[in-house]
């Protein structure tokens, strides 16, 4: 099965690499599905930067980037309210590279009378940011955000993602967000087109079970499952489904595409 996957969707965190550190690996995979000829398309729910500051990281660690291989769940936030919703004037509880990347796509960010709130992995995050969306959540207003992630996997440890602020904004208003990143099949359909692939010939990897792998199912392509990041094997054997794949790392993903 594996030596019918001509496209491969790749997660960052957790996959690729850990902090600033590619993983064990990963750069060698990653030119080999290069000099095979395969597509690939990096993809990160990480909003907290754009494609050229991934690109430029994953350049410094010796893997082959441009900023056209990358997408991350902040750019398909900012494409979806584009092209799917009338909604231009938005709060936006995010990072300052964010906000420019929503600007840089056609929406305005505001403070008062928005359309909508969109809340991304914010590390800027303070309280008065937050009373305001919770102001604006409680007044109706239609409510985004850019991923699902609990945590956020660093050399140091996971820290607070956007899905744990989502909770916060949950506990405070009752309201829960249309969230745009993975596992939203809409951004395998936004990479699908990017390399002119079908689901048939294109696999997701990824170390989460919440995000990376339940977006292949709903999308269906093939899952690829890595022990590198947050998902352990005791989650695995807990889970009621299981990735087509499961591998400890992309070293052993490498191996066994090079054997079949």
């Given at each position: 099965m594996l030596s019918t996957i001509r496209n491969f969707l790749l997660d960052l965190d957790g996959t690729v690499y850990l902090g600033h550190s590619a993983l064990p690996g990963a750069a060698v995979f990653i030119a080999y599905l290069r000099a095979s000829g395969r597509g690939l398309l990096f993809f990160t729910n990480n909003s907290s930067a754009d494609a050229n500051h991934y690109a430029a990281k994953l350049r410094r660690m010796g893997i082959e980037a441009q900023p056209r291989d990358i997408l991350t769940s902040g750019e398909a936030t900012v494409r979806y309210l584009i092209a799917e919703t009338p909604y231009r004037r938005v709060y936006v509880l995010g990072v300052p590279s964010f906000e420019m990347e929503a600007r840089w796509g056609g929406l305005t960010v505001v403070d008062?009378?928005?359309?909508?709130?969109?809340?991304?992995?914010?590390?800027?995050?303070?309280?008065?940011?937050?009373?305001?969306?919770?102001?604006?959540?409680?007044?109706?207003?239609?409510?985004?955000?850019?991923?699902?992630?609990?945590?956020?996997?660093?050399?140091?440890?996971?820290?607070?993602?956007?899905?744990?602020?989502?909770?916060?904004?949950?506990?405070?208003?009752?309201?829960?967000?249309?969230?745009?990143g993975k596992p939203n099949p809409e951004m395998v359909r936004m990479a699908l087109a990017a390399l002119n692939a079908t689901p048939d010939t294109t696999a997701m990897v990824g170390d989460r079970l919440y995000t990376d792998m339940q977006m292949a199912y709903d999308s269906g392509i093939t899952s690829i499952l890595v022990l590198t990041g947050e998902t352990k094997k005791e989650d695995l054997d807990a889970a009621t489904r299981r990735p087509d794949f499961v591998f400890p790392s992309v070293r052993e993903l490498h191996a066994e595409m090079r054997g079949a």
């Open positions: 008062d009378a928005p359309d909508a709130v969109v809340l991304a992995f914010d590390r800027t995050l303070t309280y008065a940011k937050l009373e305001k969306a919770c102001r604006w959540l409680r007044a109706g207003v239609p409510y985004f955000a850019t991923n699902p992630d609990r945590v956020c996997p660093t050399e140091d440890g996971y820290i607070p993602d956007c899905g744990s602020m989502t909770a916060l904004l949950f506990e405070a208003t009752g309201r829960r967000p249309k969230v745009i």
